[in-house]
């Protein structure tokens, strides 16, 4: 982990030390009052939860309050373009997830922002590998066994989700078009209601993020069945991924990432990005995040940008074969 966090510190210093005389100047200027970090969620939500260990610490490391202002509603749509119409000025940034950028532009047929060409990407802060975790009463205790199950009794199996378009609805539609499985989708108004669903028994899974399934988990209300991650969750050592399991391709996580308004100037976002990668190396900030289950990433940005690139194609690739559509 520290590896890659200590090149992406040396990146961003070098971005610095290299930039001409006059540009220089203006970072070593910046901030001059508080920033403000839009997300698109309510507060004690997992990308809230993020944000404010890492608000705090740039606090001390910029001279200037990181403040959180929280902007529901739209899957993240609202302040997203928030973000996207502000000045250029480096005071105005997004933690965004996963589904605000890149699955929002497949299942909206008018965005508000275009996720490419609207902000100047910062940094991925981390990612938190979903889930596939089912009530207790299920009689599977694999991920092979539950598509048996499915393929036995097409539709009767309910998954939840956070709602149309969400990260673990489309998780599920994955998981759906790689096993040739019918599952029936039932729609939450968020991701806390979704899981309290299948801890209730009201549905008998969901594709949830490990740090929200955790406290079920280790009470045995809830049965982790695999991973959707390319290795095994700290977290949850013993439970498998959803490769090792059988299952090839299905990978989800639930990823956040600090962006600036486009336009942005490259001193400013070399020094946002330096900073915040200094927060993500400290010891307390690792313990905190990581042992909720997250993965810190800490890339630079032209890795957030590629990576970008490659998820908006992925998931319009999902929503038009699962069909997925507002209602």
Sequence with gaps: MFGPIRQAVIVGILHLIVTPGGAAHGAESYPSKPLRVVIGSSPGGSIDLTMRPVAHKLTELVGQQVLIDYRPGANGNIAAAIVAKAP????????????????????????????????????????????????????????????????????????????????????????KLLTKTTMTHVAYRGGGPATVAVVG?????????????????????????????SKRSPALPEIPTAQEAGL?????????????????????????????VKVLALPDVQEKLSGEGRDLIADTPQQYSAFLREEITKWATVVKKAAVKLE
């Design 201 to 229: 028994g009201e549905v008998e899974t969901v594709f949830i993020t490990v740090p929200s399934m955790l406290p079920f988990f280790r009470n045995g209300r809830l049965k982790a069945l695999a991973t959707l991650a």
């Design 248 to 276: 090839a391709g299905l990978e989800v996580s639930a990823g956040t990432g600090l962006l600036a308004p486009a336009g942005t100037t490259r001193e400013v976002i070399a020094r946002l990005h330096a900073e915040t």
């Design 88 to 175: 250029s000025d480096g005071y105005t940034l997004l933690m965004a997830s996963l589904s605000n950028l890149t699955i929002n532009p497949a299942i909206y047929e008018r965005m508000p922002f275009d996720t490419l060409k609207d902000f100047a990407p910062i940094t991925q802060i981390g990612s938190s590998p979903l889930a596939l975790v089912v009530h207790p009463s299920v009689p599977t205790n694999s991920i092979r066994e539950l598509i048996g199950l499915a393929r036995s009794q097409p539709n009767k199996l309910s998954f939840s989700s956070a709602g149309i378009g969400s990260a673990n609805h489309l998780a599920a539609e994955l998981f």
